[in-house]
């Protein structure tokens, strides 16, 4: 969700940090590389992280109302929940590089979505990770992997995976604009390994253009406690289906399937406090979809809208 750089060399560059991950359970899981400030200033890296994200993604049928049966009228899913608490503690090793241990439990509740579908994917898993920081106390390199178990209903054979991000921001104009590049790596995913590319540049001291995933996005800086961005983003990830008896969903018992979204929207980044951040986002999921690959089965909703709301900590 490997790629190997030379720790000489990285110690060498001066890239402006990479920070938090986020979802990278997510089947386009890439680094989620939050800057807080459009202009980059000197603080201290922080030891104790904990974030906590709620999406509520409206209902909407499924297309050609293909449920466990193609004729019914009807067929829906509900008012797609996700919810995801993570909580770590970086330990520092030498220098600049940290240990950054924790846990991360994520859960999608789709309802009585009467189809093929799971009515929820869940994961739980532990936090592993390798940090290098600049001395402006930005993340800079990291290599971060989340084993743990991913299911539908129930802990299954073959619902271990340990979902990987790899990224590195390169500085081509230093302060200005930098290159994001990386790799990431799931076991479940249909397409295993992933490459990881974007673009962060600072346009001036309230714009920033963050183009990368899961969450490219341009923003804009109206005063030292509040952004306003407008974007997309790329959510879900990759689990093991429950074993199934009934006719209709016996050939999808124990697959992978993979879930994600693709949306678009707006939102407001609020910092009441140095330490404290709350992000609220709004807008249009244009994709919503299941992909049983192995068993080339594919279950797929209309569009419908979304919001989110997460709040992160760190100390």
């Known amino acids: 969700m490997h790629v190997f750089i030379s720790v000489a060399r990285m110690m060498k560059m001066r890239p402006l940090g990479i920070a938090a991950l986020l979802f990278t359970t997510s089947l386009f899981a890439g680094p989620a590389i939050e800057f807080k400030q459009s202009q980059p200033s000197v603080r201290e890296v922080p030891l104790n992280i ?27 899913n509900t008012n797609t929940w996700n919810y995801e608490f993570e909580a770590s503690r970086r330990v520092r090793l030498t220098g600049n590089w940290y240990l950054r241990l924790g846990i991360d439990v994520a859960r999608w509740d789709f309802g009585d979505n009467r189809s093929l579908a799971p009515n929820t994917l869940n994961a739980d898993a532990a ?46 104009v230093p302060g200005k604009f930098y290159l994001i590049g990386g790799v990431t790596v799931g076991l479940l995913r249909e397409y295993p390994v992933l490459p990881l590319a974007g673009v962060l540049w600072h346009i001036d001291s309230k714009w920033d253009l ?16 509040l952004e306003i961005w407008g974007g997309g983003e790329i959510a879900g990830g990759a689990f093991r289906n429950d074993s199934r008896s009934d006719e209709a969903g016996k050939r999808l018992s124990g697959t992978p399937v993979e879930y994600y979204e693709i949306r678009a ?12 951040s709350i992000d609220f986002a709004a807008g249009w999921t244009f994709v919503r979809k299941f992909d049983f690959y192995r068993a080339d089965v594919t279950q797929e909703t209309q569009g419908a809208p979304y919001v989110k709301l997460a709040g992160d900590f760190a100390f």
């Open 210 to 225: 963050r183009a990368y995933l899961p969450e490219p996005k341009l923003v804009y800086k109206a005063s030292d406690t």
């Open 265 to 276: 929207g707006a939102g407001v980044n609020w910092l009441p406090r140095e330490n404290f």
């Open 50 to 76: 904990v974030r906590l994200e709620v999406t509520q993604t409206f209902q909407s049928d499924f297309k050609h109302h293909r449920g466990d049966d193609p004729n019914q009228q009807g067929n829906n």
């Open 127 to 172: 936090l592993i990770a390798l940090e290098y920081f600049t001395d402006e106390g930005e993340r800079g390199f990291f290599i971060e992997s989340r084993p743990g178990v991913y299911f539908a209903h129930d802990f299954a054979r073959g619902a271990f995976d340990m979902p990987t991000n790899l990224a590195l921001a390169y500085p081509l």
